[in-house]
């Protein structure tokens, strides 16, 4: 029974305290004699990016990684638990707000150069403390949990960002043709959306969603991506997730939301039976159709692990004849009359 009731004080993954436990102890700790009375709450930057770029087996390392480094780094009387998917939270007995805020700059430090899937951990951290018996231990949690947010928001859309580029990096890495893929689609998309007279803004966002539109693909089996035959059932169902996985990740970052809104549709197609969400014309943002029609052409116009590369006149025809059934017809003329006539 004793050893029960132990486990139930545990998180499985981390080896950390629980909620549970913390709340308790949170009571028990919440005397007189334990003032100053410090709470130290830590969020894990970057959680949810990594579950969706690696998968969530490489999350599960990113949570372990943080344990193990507050663990290093804590004294023995702190109380570490996690309480939440991403947060975590030190109880630091007898400790004022400046040893409060060391420890914090300490914890800062020893992740430096600590590297889940070549993306660097990080932590956002907020403290506060209790000095008097009057004060409510609950406001002084809050106010802790106020001070982390605010580090966080802070520093989160360049952390994420700067990820974002590793994720590239590492789709690049995995398979160096999509590299040139994601320039070509960039370049060719912007040309037609400036031919269609789009905003200077419009046009800039179709730049970066052409650069980042296959990000997704970070977190496809390689088996599937390079595979030279039929895809099954199964594995063109794993393909068709790319989309949402770039959604997932550009959607991160707050700057990057009508990137990210672009590149989840750019697989629509004029006739509803594209994916992931089956819209059909119009419903489909314009600049994931012109994407879409530039995509599809680069990737007629090289080789491909399935099949050899069509010649320019060949992928041409291609557009010609799925104009008004994949593609939008207005598209495919102005990209085949003002963009490759030049070329």
Request: some cysteine.
């Given at each position: 029974?004793?050893?029960?009731?132990?486990?139930?004080y545990?998180?499985?993954?981390?080896?950390?305290?629980?909620?549970?436990?913390?709340?308790?102890?949170?009571?028990?700790?919440?005397?007189?004699?334990?003032?100053?009375?410090?709470?130290?709450?830590?969020?894990?930057?970057?959680?949810?990016?990594?579950?969706?770029a690696?998968?969530?087996?490489?999350?599960?390392?990113?949570?372990?990684?943080?344990?193990?480094?507050?663990?290093?780094?804590?004294?023995?009387?702190?109380?570490?638990?996690?309480?939440?998917?991403?947060?975590l939270?030190?109880?630091?007995?007898?400790?004022?707000?400046?040893?409060?805020?060391?420890?914090?700059?300490?914890?800062?430090?020893?992740?430096?150069?600590?590297?889940?899937?070549?993306?660097?951990v990080?932590?956002?951290?907020?403290?506060?403390?209790?000095?008097?018996?009057?004060?409510?231990?609950?406001?002084?949690?809050?106010?802790?949990?106020?001070?982390?947010?605010?580090?966080?928001?802070?520093?989160?859309?360049?952390?994420?960002?700067?990820?974002?580029?590793?994720?590239?990096?590492?789709?690049?890495?995995?398979?160096?043709?999509?590299?040139?893929?994601?320039?070509?689609?960039?370049?060719?998309?912007?040309?037609?959306?400036?031919?269609?007279?789009?905003?200077?803004?419009?046009?800039?966002?179709?730049?970066?969603?052409?650069?980042?539109?296959?990000?997704?693909?970070?977190?496809?089996?390689?088996?599937?991506?390079?595979?030279?035959?039929?895809?099954?059932?199964?594995?063109?169902?794993?393909?068709k997730?790319?989309?949402?996985?770039?959604?997932?990740?550009?959607?991160?970052v707050?700057?990057?939301?009508?990137?990210?809104?672009?590149?989840?549709?750019?697989?629509?197609?004029?006739?509803?039976?594209?994916?992931?969400?089956?819209?059909?014309?119009?419903?489909?943002?314009?600049?994931?159709?012109?994407?879409?029609?530039?995509?599809?052409?680069?990737?007629?116009?090289?080789?491909?692990?399935y099949?050899?590369?069509?010649?320019?006149?060949?992928?041409?025809?291609?557009?010609?004849?799925?104009?008004?059934?994949?593609?939008?017809?207005?598209?495919?003329?102005?990209?085949?009359?003002?963009?490759?006539?030049?070329?």
């Amino acid at each position: 029974m004793i050893q029960i009731q132990k486990l139930s004080y545990y998180d499985q993954l981390t080896g950390l305290y629980n909620r549970r436990f913390f709340e308790e102890e949170l009571k028990r700790l919440d005397t007189e004699r334990n003032l100053p009375l410090s709470i130290l709450m830590i969020d894990v930057n970057g959680l949810k990016l990594t579950n969706d770029a690696f998968g969530h087996a490489a999350g599960d390392k990113l949570l372990q990684k943080v344990a193990e480094v507050l663990k290093r780094e804590s004294r023995a009387d702190d109380i570490i638990a996690r309480v939440g998917g991403d947060e975590l939270v030190v109880l630091l007995p007898k400790t004022d707000k400046k040893h409060t805020t060391s420890i914090e700059s300490r914890l800062n430090t020893a992740f430096k150069g600590e590297i889940i899937e070549n993306i660097p951990v990080s932590v956002s951290c907020g403290g506060a403390t209790k000095r008097g018996k009057k004060e409510k231990i609950g406001n002084v949690f809050k106010k802790a949990e106020d001070n982390m947010y605010n580090h966080k928001s802070y520093k989160k859309d360049s952390q994420r960002k700067n990820s974002i580029q590793i994720i590239m990096n590492t789709l690049f890495e995995k398979r160096p043709a999509e590299k040139e893929h994601a320039r070509k689609v960039s370049k060719l998309s912007t040309a037609v959306g400036s031919a269609m007279g789009l905003s200077n803004v419009e046009v800039d966002e179709l730049k970066i969603a052409g650069e980042y539109h296959d990000i997704g693909k970070v977190a496809i089996s390689s088996d599937i991506l390079s595979k030279k035959g039929k895809l099954t059932d199964f594995e063109l169902k794993e393909l068709k997730r790319h989309p949402e996985l770039s959604y997932n990740i550009l959607s991160t970052v707050n700057e990057y939301g009508p990137i990210a809104e672009i590149v989840l549709s750019h697989h629509e197609r004029w006739d509803g039976k594209g994916y992931p969400g089956g819209l059909k014309g119009e419903e489909i943002p314009l600049q994931s159709r012109i994407m879409m029609v530039v995509d599809d052409y680069d990737a007629m116009t090289n080789d491909r692990s399935y099949r050899k590369a069509l010649s320019k006149e060949e992928a041409i025809r291609e557009l010609q004849n799925r104009a008004g059934t994949k593609f939008d017809p207005k598209i495919v003329e102005i990209f085949i009359k003002k963009v490759l006539a030049s070329k």
